[in-house]
């Protein structure tokens, strides 16, 4: 055998022999479980969790760090190292000779893959023994066989360490800096490359001085490579070290937990997901938030979200107030808790009458005591405004008029609606929807109501909110186009078609709601380009009287659409299937439909598909029939609002109806006159309420159309009078049995 034989067999056996020893002991790569970090849509940190070793790391790559901070690592760490093959032998040959020569360690000869072997594999003992530097070459040679040059580049970038928990350039960057190592100074670039010598003794929250210095070291070696001018390292020098202390800032932390968790799901952890979300709309929603809470009673939470309504991209999402404050239940997630919705379900109710063709804008309803089966429900404000159009019992949130539509469509069937839409109504179990479903008689949740408000300037297309970019919206048809139109417009501005239909940053449709017991306040606004809502209340349910959508939420709500980018103006176009009709009250039908004489208020309002449909008949009789009345033959206007037809004026054709009623006021007579006992302030009278076979046994008693006592049939009940003036009293069972007269009180004052 020759010798260059032997010595080819001896590399081959060496060869082979390191690439066994490579399998044996692989270096130990990082595993996937690094850490998490969820980002916003621009790629700003909105929350960080560590890795399986405790440490906080944000990854990037090369592309995602600014070219000073390469320059300045590069330069100072490692010139040569997109050339050497883990090891630079010159380097190697200086720090010998110069250790042999002055008895110590001159300079280093670490490059920087022995960097990152030494961080993925740190050494037992000494650092700087022959040992240690034998295994970081070994393991440099490794990684160079392994990765390419970018690939160990980006292994320092995220694993290098920066002071206490901090691994690597990025979370150093915003730990100390607030800011992303994409826009480091030369300054700041100069202090991170200069932090991993000695991260503990350097760390510039602790020790600013000597991280200075060690700062100023690299500025004058990247003077003495010519890297950068004398002119641009002066300037560099000029910046003092002063950093914010070491600690997270979260943004939309219970959105960031919420997409730990989907992505968890999904099985790996990368190191970073991205989001839909703004971290300009997010911070300013969270200073809002913090401002308001600070006004309200312990315990009291508030939860917000702003979504984008082409995409149904999620771009603000406060699941509580202040993440901080436990008394506050902070940890729960009031964007998706289950709770009453109030009244905020009327919109959908009053669209979907809208498409079953019983109602158009203005037609007449009514808003008076009425019993349904037993149920009878009030208003808000514990008074009835008698007769209304659609637009007035939307968009004052009237209970009755939306009970009585309910009545007629049937609850399960607007249930089954909302749910197939993506909002599902959670009810007692085994329960069965019914007509307190109007009011807030079922749960739901912010993110699904929110979702199904978003049809209203989509065409009537409710959608399901994501957090994840690049979904694909999941719609489903709630409303028809032309209902979803019609309803926006009212809950806008009352559904005045002579209104210029002018889109704008600040046109905003919206609605509140009220859970019963004041434990939920609601308010939820739709812009042509978003749709926010907004829920106040308590986590675990307790009330807050006088607490309500009104007071509470919608000024936040109107705040939060203030602080919305401006969107472009534009007219809206009028769907083809609306258009506008002028109606006759107490008919409810065209102008041109209604008999002569029978046009006693005259509406202006929209229809949908071309149906101007009649008023709502009554539950005994047809309201709307015509009725002979002398010559003529006149319409009628539904039993219940008499009393205040007949206060405002009387019906043309009609009987007295404060005869031959089913109810009769007694202790008080037609006209009379009332004055105070001498010596006391107020006029006090006893009244009952005689009924004639077929009156209920609730009797309602309004004063001037308020209603003020409920009372049984024949149970007395005192009125009491403070003021001078003329007062209608009415007395009326749940059918619509009615009696009224008119008194006029002198010498004290109003209804107490």
């Not at 019609?486 to 209104?499: A, K, S, T």
């Not at 349910?541 to 709500?557: C, D, E, K």
Request: some cysteine; glycine content about 10%.
């Amino acid at each position: 055998m020759t010798h260059g034989r032997r010595v080819r067999l001896a590399a081959a056996a060496a060869l082979v022999l390191l690439l066994v020893l490579d399998q044996v002991f692989p270096p130990p790569l990082p595993g996937s479980d690094s850490g998490l970090v969820v980002l916003a849509r621009d790629g700003s940190a909105l929350r960080q969790w560590p890795g399986t070793d405790g440490q906080w790391r944000h990854a990037v790559t090369p592309d995602d760090v600014s070219p000073l901070y390469l320059q300045t690592l590069l330069g100072y760490e490692d010139r040569w190292f997109h050339w050497h093959p883990g090891i630079n032998p010159f380097a190697l040959a200086r720090a010998a000779w110069q250790w042999v020569r002055h008895g110590r360690v001159v300079s280093g000869a670490s490059t920087l893959t022995m960097q990152v072997a030494r961080i993925l594999d740190p050494p037992d003992g000494r650092t700087r023994s022959v040992a240690a530097k034998t295994q970081q070459m070994l393991r440099a040679l490794q990684l160079e066989a392994r990765l390419s040059k970018r690939e160990i580049l980006t292994l320092y970038l995220n694993h290098a360490p920066m002071g206490g928990i901090v691994e690597g350039v990025e979370m150093a960057s915003r730990a100390y800096l607030g800011k992303s190592s994409k826009a480091l100074s030369p300054a700041e670039a100069a202090l991170l490359t200069a932090l991993p010598q000695s991260p503990s003794r350097l760390r510039p929250d602790r020790a600013p001085q000597a991280a200075q210095q060690a700062r100023d070291k690299v500025l004058a070696r990247m003077a003495a490579l010519g890297v950068w001018s004398p002119a641009e390292v002066a300037d560099a020098r000029i910046e003092t070290v002063v950093v914010q202390p070491l600690r997270a800032a979260w943004l939309a932390p219970l959105a960031a937990q919420r997409v730990r968790d989907l992505v968890r799901q999904q099985g790996a952890m990368p190191p970073t997901v991205a989001t839909t979300l703004d971290a300009e709309l997010q911070a300013t929603l969270e200073r809002l938030l913090l401002d308001r809470v600070q006004a309200l009673p312990p315990k009291v939470s508030v939860a917000a979200l702003v979504v984008d309504n082409e995409h149904l991209d999620v771009l603000a999402y406060a699941g509580s107030a202040d993440f901080g404050d436990r008394e506050r239940a902070a940890h729960v997630d009031m964007v998706r808790g289950v709770r009453s919705p109030g009244s905020t379900l009327k919109p959908f109710l009053y669209a979907m009458a809208l498409d079953e063709g019983l109602i158009h804008s203005e037609s007449l309803l009514v808003d008076a005591p009425q019993s349904f089966g037993g149920y009878e429900p009030g208003n808000f404000q514990a008074s009835f405004h008698g007769p209304v159009s659609v637009s007035e019992a939307l968009q004052r949130s009237l209970n009755v008029p939306a009970v009585d539509l309910l009545d007629r469509l049937g609850p399960a069937r607007l249930a089954a609606q909302l749910r197939s839409a993506g909002l599902k109504l959670r009810l007692p179990a085994h329960a069965e929807p019914n007509l307190s479903l109007i009011l807030g008689g079922s749960g739901t949740t912010l993110e699904e109501l929110v979702g199904a408000y978003r049809a209203l300037a989509r065409g009537g297309l409710a959608g399901r909110p994501h957090l994840l970019p690049g979904a694909a919206p999941q719609e489903a048809r709630l409303m028809s186009e032309g209902a979803a139109f019609i309803v926006r417009d009212v809950l806008e501005g009352g559904g005045h078609p002579d209104r210029p239909l002018q889109e704008g940053s600040r046109r905003l449709a919206w609605k509140t709601g009220t859970s019963f017991g004041f434990r939920d306040a609601w308010a939820v606004g739709v812009t042509q380009r978003y749709t926010v809502g907004v829920w106040v209340g308590r986590p675990d349910g307790t009330p807050n009287p006088g607490f309500f959508g009104a007071n509470v939420a919608a000024p936040l709500l109107h705040d939060l659409v203030a602080a919305l980018p401006a969107e472009a103006v534009a007219t809206r176009a009028v769907p083809a299937s609306v258009s506008v009709a002028s109606t006759c009250w107490p008919l409810g039908l065209r102008e041109e439909a209604t008999p002569v004489g029978g046009c006693e208020v005259r509406r202006t309002g929209w229809v949908l598909d071309g149906t101007a449909p009649p008023t709502l008949p009554d539950r005994d009789r047809s309201a709307g029939l015509l009725r002979a009345g002398g010559a003529a033959s006149l319409p009628r206007w539904p039993v219940a609002l008499q009393p205040w037809i007949a206060h405002r004026a009387p019906v043309r054709g009609e009987a007295n109806q404060e005869a031959g009623t089913e109810l009769h006021i007694t202790g008080l007579s037609n006209g009379a006159r009332l004055v105070p006992v001498p010596g006391q302030p107020l006029v006090t009278v006893t009244v009952q309420a005689r009924g004639e076979g077929a009156a209920s046994a609730t009797v309602h008693w309004l004063v001037d159309g308020q209603v003020i006592h409920r009372s049984a049939v024949g149970e007395p009940v005192q009125l009491r009078f403070s003021h001078d003036g003329r007062y209608r009293v009415t007395a009326m069972d749940g059918r619509g049995h009615h009696h009224a007269l008119s008194v006029t009180v002198s010498g004290t004052g109003s209804l107490q």
